[in-house]
Structures are given as C-alpha cells and as structure tokens.
C-alpha cells in the first residue's frame, strides 16, 4: 500500500510538471534563484571553513572558552559545544554535519550525536535578522525572535537529558585523545568537494520543494492563510513571505514565522535526513526534536509580544 501511494504520487507530480509547466518552471527558478543568491553565498564558505576547522582541531581554541558554560547549560563536552555554536551562527544544515563531522573522526559517539540532535540546529541570524526582522515583522520584534528560536534550545536539552540513556555524556569519551592532523592541500580539497556535494542537494530540495509551493499558490479555492500555512510547512522562506501578506495581526503573523523558521519546513527537514543518511543518527528522534522547536518557538514568540 505504502509503495502503491509513493508511485502514485510521483506520477501526479510528474503530470502537474508537464501540465502546469509556467507554474513549475517560475517555482523551479524561485527556488534555485534564492539557492544561488543567498543560500549559497552564505553556507558554502562556513561549511568549508567550519569542515577545516573541525578536521585540524582549531574548533580546541573556540570551545575551551565557552566549554564552561555549554558545559553547565548543556551538559557537553567540547566537541559538542563547536556542534552548539556553528548550529546557531551558520544556520541549517551546518551543526548537524558539523556533528557528523566529528563522528567520522571518532570524538562523537552514536548516542551523544543524538544527544546533541535536539539542540544543534537554528536558522542563522543572518536570516532572522534580514529576512523575517528586518523584512518582514519589523526589527523592533528582533528580540522576541531570537528569544523564540533560541530559548527553546535549552527546553529541549532537557527533555533529550531526561530520555537519554546516558545522563551525563560530558562524561563520555573523556579519555580519548587524538591527534588533529596538520592542513593540506588533500584535506581542503576533501573539504571543498563534501560541502559543494551538500550544496548541490541543498539546490535539488529547494528546488522542488519551491515548486511545490507554487502549486499551492495556485490553487484558487484554497483561502489565503491556509496557502501560506502549507507553503511555510513545504518550504520557510516562501511560507513566511505568504504569511507577512495575510490579514492576520503581527503576534499571530510573528508566532508562525517563528514555528516555520525553527522547523525548518520539509525542504530544509529532507536536506538534514539525507546528510544524517548512513551515520548512525535517528532520522525519527531528528523530526521529533524539529516539530517541538516550531511549535515552542511559536508560543514564546505570541508570549512574548
């Protein structure tokens, strides 16, 4: 049954490509244009950088200053804590590969990853400050916008301590020592080629999901809050921009920004599960965490207003 519903879905896909084809070719270059322009720009060189710094051991000299605090907040060990702080200042996808990063190195386990999935993954600031603050909401709700994407970071540290099996994981592979290997040339190329390979399926998700929204854009009956609920669940960027020309007031218009911004939507959900593919970390603990950000996000923004 269940490959029965996927094979007819993509055949009706397929026909509305073909069908509507203005409507697909005008999402397909909505979603590659924002790619291209923002989305890359901003992600290709910290991932690069941010793959570089993880490999020679440079993250050491970031993480012994703020492992006090990450420590006493989050109960991590360094590793964890340049996982907390590439999350929150480089946006998707970047905290979760930083942490399989790590992984592939040995200095993270399979269950401190998944630890760690519940607090490792933002939007930028660069996002939430231009794009929703300054574009959409006004800036004068930035402080109740970071406030709703952030806070909820460490309401979810403590619900992913409470069902972890282990209860303190700062206290896991303590006595593990590796050596970081100098820079070359070798070690940038493999850098370059893993986060232009992220990228380019960053591109593809975007992509169709954009297409997709556009579909729904399209649909006449369908009432325009509704439209732009289920665009911001196909894809953020284009949902927040369908909800900021509702009638709805700005507390309700700010509260589901939030909620889609820190869920990511589908596009930025399906990116993240296909870098986790084969790293031992849980896809379904990973969506779980994800729809608990959007939904706490949500409510502390409309608490906050």
Known sequence: MKKFITRSLLLIFLFFLIRFSTISIAGASSGLMLWYQSIVPALLPAMILSSLIVQTGAADYITILLQPLTKRLFCIRAEGTY???IGMLCGYPIGVKTCIDYM??????????????????????MFLCGYIAAQHLGTEYL???????????????????????????SLRLSAQSTSAPSFSIHMLD????????????VGCYMMLFSILASFVQAIPWLP???KAFLAGTLEMTTGIHQISLTSLSIRVQGSLMCGFAAFGGLSTLMQTLDIMHGSGLSPHLYIIWKL????????IFYITI
């Open 83 to 85: 996982c907390v702080l």
């Open 104 to 125: 592939e190195l040995g200095r993270i386990d399979r269950t401190e990853g998944n630890y760690l999935l519940a607090f490792i993954s933002f939007p930028s600031p």
């Open 143 to 169: 402080r109740n916008i970071l406030l709703a994407i952030y806070l909820p970071a460490l309401l979810l540290n403590g619900l992913s301590w409470m069902r972890s099996t282990h209860h303190n994981p």
């Open 190 to 201: 493999n850098a370059i080629h893993s986060s232009i390979t992220v990228l380019c399926k």
């Open 224 to 226: 325009s809050v509704f």
């Open 292 to 299: 608990l950000h959007g939904i706490l996000s949500a409510l």
